[in-house]
């Protein structure tokens, strides 16, 4: 994966959690891989904000329960 496609994604999932009505601010975002799979995750300095999978379209999915390996 490209930084240029790392950044969109990023923002692509920052747009995503605001129109979700996310009120706390994300301080690290970062695109990460797990069992073959890749993610976007929001944090915040106390917990996890957001979680999406990114899909072999390219298209981001909120996940409701964080995947093993994610902490």
């Known amino acids: 994966m490209k930084v240029t496609d ?4 990023t923002r692509r999932a920052l ?4 129109r ?3 009120s706390e601010q994300p301080v690290t ?3 990460e891989r797990h ?3 890749n993610y976007v995750i929001l944090r915040s300095r106390k917990a996890l904000l ?3 999978r990114i ?3 390219g298209v981001l999915k909120r996940l409701k329960r964080l995947p093993a390996g994610v902490e």
Do not use: I, M, P, Q
Not at 15 to 18: D, G, L, V
């Open 6 to 9: 790392k950044h969109a994604l």
């Open 15 to 18: 747009a995503a959690y605001f």
């Open 20 to 22: 979700s009505r996310g």
């Open 29 to 31: 975002f970062e695109v």
């Open 35 to 37: 069992s073959k799979l």
């Open 50 to 52: 957001a979680c999406y």
């Open 55 to 57: 899909r072999n379209d």
